[in-house]
């Protein structure tokens, strides 16, 4: 039987509700006591208060999202990603985030070179793990679904993630997020699951519903699609992870429109039964 | 330079617009000697009517679509579906199609087991085996993109076709489809195209949208998208592919709307640039 200790909320699943000042007190007073914060929900309440206000709070950041798009042809574009991500480096030490949620990026517009992205997206990661490894941040590579490759990711499997994570030869700065929406068709997906092991610094659960209206921003409450989760939760665990298990729910035409408080009474519910 | 030598048409790229007997006539019209048949307009035509047609026309059936959908568990829906399939494969002898083209089949509703089906599926399709081999009929296994798992497809790769034909070590009777549609983002494309070599017995093409708005009917013109169809034609014909190019699109809110004739213009303008 679950229980709550390693429950975090990803607080994209209460976007259009809540402030990160208000997703903390949320979370909180539901006695969730993970949570993973993005950027623009930061710098809306600024890196120090929200720093003190999640410290004060007793969270444990499991992610800080999300860096990357690093696939940029365009060196001036590709340059001003790299800083980017450099100040999102700086962010998740400030916060103490258990990694930075690191996406490869799509294709340029107009470009069809996916090898050539996908060559470019691992040449930026490479360039930020020495600073990633002197801030004392771990990156947290993530793979998206095959069916965001144009638009977010041309990073499409757990085993392209663990490729670059070996020809990357990193150490403790290079981490992979597992996230069973973007993984769970994967044929590869037990043995790549074990070829990540110690890898494996992020689990984000949520469900794949069969009708699945957008590519981007309809993903199900756990128990409302079909994905196995407890056997992929089983798989991660056996690799070794024991961290959080981070609920990530974007919902264009569900939960972002309901009272939050539902929402995070929901999560709990479902957590119980179907993670 | 192409030429319209080995252009094929599936037949659902004029879906809305014409029957089996309209689009015959309207391929051959404008010097399109291939067609890919399905089923439910064949049925409309009827079975010998629509061979005759097609034999006087001249027209090579590049594939009959589409077989499979093999992965129910329960017993009686599992020999309903196979028996379909029996007569799919007359049929398919009937019209001289190069192949019958087999999709897996999804999760049965409310199931999680995801290796369960594919276990069926496979399973099916070694029962079929025979059957096709004694009617003269190849098998075109299609994988799918993995966003139509749950519902289309457990064959989710090209790689995983691959392995059930490793495993059920059939000879002739069974090829695999390769459509640009589900494997363009696939980081193992070319070696498992290398892979596939002579099994590859059906080529289909058309392109990813950025904007893609819908899992299964929201296909592009190629052109349109970002898939570099040329590299992939490059690596099955490499691989040992000499047949037809099939344009396969379906298209719910382009090309299904529009003019059949202007399909048809815009099909082999776009042939001739990006495929």
Redo the contacts between chains.
């Keep these: 039987m679950n229980d709550f200790t390693k429950l975090s909320i990803n607080q994209i699943t209460t976007r259009d509700q809540w402030s990160l000042a208000q997703a903390i007190d949320g979370y909180a007073s539901h006695g969730v006591t993970g949570i993973s914060v993005w950027r623009d929900k930061l710098q809306d309440l600024g890196v120090k208060a929200g720093t003190r206000m999640l410290r004060d709070a007793g969270m444990t950041v499991t992610g800080y999202c999300v860096g990357g798009v690093l696939s940029a042809r365009d060196d001036i574009v590709f340059q001003a990603q790299l800083d980017d991500n450099c100040r999102m480096i700086e962010d998740a030490a400030a916060i103490g985030a258990k990694c930075l949620v690191l996406i490869a990026g799509g294709?340029d517009e107009g470009?069809?070179?996916?090898t050539g992205a996908?060559e470019r997206a691992k040449e930026g990661l490479s360039l930020l793990l020495p600073i990633a490894r002197a801030a004392g941040v771990k990156i947290g590579l993530e793979p998206l679904?095959?069916?965001v490759?144009?638009?977010r990711s041309v990073l499409?499997?757990l085993?392209?993630a663990n490729?670059w994570c070996d020809d990357l030869g990193a150490g403790d700065e290079l981490g992979i997020a597992v996230d069973v929406y973007n993984v769970?068709?994967?044929?590869?997906l037990a043995r790549q699951i074990i070829r990540a092991g110690s890898r494996i610094c992020a689990f984000h659960v949520c469900d794949?519903l069969?009708d699945?209206?957008?590519?981007r921003a309809d993903r199900g409450m756990m128990g409302d699609?079909?994905?196995?989760i407890p056997a992929i939760r089983k798989m991660v665990e056996a690799a070794g992870y024991d961290g959080y298990h981070e609920v990530e729910i974007f919902s264009e035409r569900n939960w972002w429109r309901k009272n939050p408080d539902e929402v995070v009474s929901t999560v709990k519910n479902r957590y119980l039964q179907f993670v």
Tied chains: 1, 2.
């Design positions: 294709l470009s069809k070179d996916l996908r679904h095959p069916m490759c144009s638009l499409t499997t085993e392209l490729d769970w068709w994967d044929p590869n794949w069969t699945t209206r957008d590519l699609g079909v994905i196995d």
